[in-house]
């Protein structure tokens, strides 16, 4: 039974009414994105990285930028980097563009169960991950394959991990881009959302605990800022000074939720930090020397003994949310297209060319030398096997690592697996 | 079994949950369904696909991402009056939500002694068999079974989906309702190596229209035997099934179909008249619904059993993403345990 639906007779008070957000645009929908307020390139003020976090609550709800509309680098946040710099940024980059390419094109070959872009989003870990020191841990999410080849991961690693393979030093047992690289500092990605940020702040906070100078980085989507987790870190954060760098990367879309879903109607995500007390920052998530510029004021903020910092990513996400997913149904085709902030890639070419240090050409041919590295590390990986093709793990790989030493029930256990495959596969038809 | 049962027609397990979510809406004002991703799209899976448009955006409609916060305001809702039905896109993403579902939800009833309810279902795809990995495969039942106040569901054919949603929708406790996704589109006799069976021209496809129910607690057999009990619920009532018939063998097979509360009647006679049981259930066995169910069956058919009781389980492992059929409990190991049953005296 219901209670009492209607006010009691005289009340006279209004009739409550729910709030269901409804994002501007739906398939079929022209597409303007001129509700969104774009400040000029180079009007915000950066204050010293050792600032009290108040001073940085303006910057929650406006936006960093850097790169012009007349592709120069302009006002107090450009990070001067070298030619070479910029260029290496552009190439990691781009490269992680044409991997995505291949990688989406192998999972509709059949080669493997799962892959997902990151289209539009480089920046939010190539440009932020080259802000940091090798040596400072960096929390992923699933969409921060640019963290790892920013860090110069191997493709074939890579590869391997997402075809499952017999080389795959995950060992067959993780979805594909899960990926985990303890050797670049890279945490083991969970596919549960959210849960690398509190598991960031500790990190940190050991940093701390032990007079060390390290860091920690951690990414999330801003779909997933709902999750209790992100709450549980940035408190945390809050409470012991931590040394830890939160990114959001609003994407504007979680699967077919938008923003909206996450509280983007009222504020901003960066503005999360006003609350908690911490410095926070919004960010033009397509201005890759934007990205780093906030990414290394929010490092040496940290490195320097004065806290976390909230930092979100305002970028779109140009593809659909994985293979698995058709955003057709949901949102307007022309989203992408019409996003006001660019193409992280295009404007930092472009950018790099205003000033003499680039060309159509040299691009060009950088993208087909790109493509070169990604089909061969492809080759190699097909050569140890792609998923479901018996190139696999041998099957006592899934008991180990259950525990460091393996229980009485799992050899059990172990055992009638490889008499299953026996049977299944008499030696004669042994794959 | 039916209130106003009408003629019927085949229907995917996807579309007779839809049905049932889609019935319950136009009889009770009160039911509410929420959950991620399932307002305009209509959910991963597209079991709610359609509600929204028809029953409009405060009866269904998407949530933030956060379980806690989901099973939380349905516990609310509730608590109003209102009969929610939230979904967890995946039963591997429920854990965020377990302080609201354990220390709420299942004990609002008795630490208010019934001033509160929680007449909420809980929707939720579980088990493997798609190459979901870790993160999109688990079968964690046994966890919700252990805990007092909650029921748990799962359905095998799109019939029984229908029927027992309605029925846990109804039901003033909060349900557990477990939708094996491998089910969803077609039967899964556990041969993942050959062509997938589609549920078009399965007898137990053939779902009533309108409002029926199948009481919460009530098994069915799904094959009468004499030889052995085998006793499933959810993707492996169709493995054991398969094995069965592939083997000839004179199995009883009963479908258990809810877990909390147990239909343990249908159980003990067919055990009492077999005098050998197996368990059979896709999840981890350390812990497992199964080991319940095996100290069920020695607890009251010891006298009856001829063999000792055997469980097959996925084995004790996190659910491995290329290994997947090494790990799936499949034909083999349910047919070699049944070979053992029967060889043993
Ligand atoms: C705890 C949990 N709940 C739900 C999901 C299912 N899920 C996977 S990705 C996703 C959307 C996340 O969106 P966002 O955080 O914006 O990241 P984006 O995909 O846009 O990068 C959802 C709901 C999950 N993986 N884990
Ligand atoms: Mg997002």
Known sequence: MTMEAVPPAGANRPVL??????????????????????????????????????????????????????????????????????????????????????????????????????????????????????????????????????????????????????????????????????EVNFFTISGNLATQLPQATGFAMASAIKGDSRIASAWVGEGSTAEGDFHNALTFAAVYNAPVVFAVVNNQWAISSFSGFAGAERTSFAARAIGYGIAGLKVDGNDALAVYAAHAWAADRARLNHGPTLIEYFT??????????????????????GWPLGDPIARLSAHLIAIGEWSAEAHAAMLTELDGEVRTAIRAAEANGILGHGLHQPDTTMFEDVYETMPWHLREQMAQALHERAVKYPPEVQP | MSTDEGAGRPMTMIEAINDALDIMLARDPDVVVLGEDIGFFGGVFRATAGLQAKHGKTRVFDTPISE????????????????????????????????????????????????????????????????GGQTHSQSPEALFTHVAGLKTVVPSTPHDAKGLL???????????????????????????????????????????????????????????????????????????????????????????????????????????????????????????????LSALVTERCFYHLEAPVERVTGFDTPYPHSLEWAYFPGPVRVGEAIERLLAAD
């Not at chain 2, 009481?215 to 004499?226: I, N, S």
Request: glycine residues 10%.
């Open chain 2, 68 to 131: 806690c916060g989901i099973i939380g305001v349905a516990v609310g809702m509730g608590a109003y009056g209102l009969r929610p039905v939230p979904e967890i896109q995946f039963a591997d993403y429920i854990y965020p939500g377990l302080d609201q579902l354990i220390s709420e939800a299942a004990r609002l009833r008795y630490r208010s002694a019934a001033e509160f309810i929680a007449p909420m279902t809980v929707r939720t795809p579980f088990g493997g068999g798609i190459f």
């Open chain 1, 316 to 337: 779109y996400r140009v593809e659909g949310h994985s293979t698995s997913d058709d955003p057709s149904v949901y949102r307007a085709a022309d989203e992408g297209t």
């Open chain 2, 166 to 292: 309605i029925a846990a929708i109804e039901d003033n406790d909060p349900v557990l309702f477990f939708e094996p996704k491998r089910l969803y589109n077609g039967p899964f006799d556990g041969y993942y190596d050959r062509p997938a069976k589609v549920w078009k021209g399965h007898a137990d496809a053939v779902v009533p229209d309108g409002h029926y129910t199948i009481p919460l607690g009530k098994a069915r057999t799904v094959r009468e035997g004499e030889a052995l009990t085998i006793l499933a619920y959810g993707t492996m009532v169709h493995v054991a099934s398969g094995v069965v018939e592939s083997l000839g063998v004179d199995a009883e097979i009963i479908d258990l179909r809810t877990l909390v509360p147990l239909d343990i009647e249908a159980i003990e006679q067919s055990v009492r008249k077999t005098g050998r049981c197996l368990i059979v259930h896709e999840a981890t066995r350390t812990s497992g619904f199964g080991a319940e």
């Open chain 1, 17 to 182: 009414a729910l709030h269901v957000p409804e994002p501007r645009f739906r398939p079929g929908d022209p597409v303007d994105f001129g509700f969104l307020t774009i400040p000029p390139a180079g009007a915000q003020p950066r204050p010293d990285e050792t600032c009290a976090p108040a001073e940085t609550f303006p910057l929650c709800t406006d936006l960093v930028r850097v790169l012009g509309d007349d592709d120069q680098a302009h006002g107090p946040w450009d990070p001067r980097l070298s030619a070479d710099g910029m260029r290496t940024m552009l190439r990691l980059m781009a490269m992680v563009r044409v991997f995505d390419g291949r990688m989406y094109r192998l999972q509709r070959q059949g080669k493997t169960s799962f892959y997902l872009k990151c289209t539009g989003e480089e920046a939010t870990s190539v440009a932020a991950t080259m802000a940091l020191d090798a040596g400072d841990m960096i929390f992923p999410s699933y969409r921060q394959q640019g963290c790892l080849i920013a860090r110069d991961y191997p493709l074939l690693e890579m590869v391997n991990q997402i075809f499952s393979n017999r080389a795959d030093k995950l060992k067959g047992r993780q979805l594909p881009i899960l990926y985990s690289a303890r």
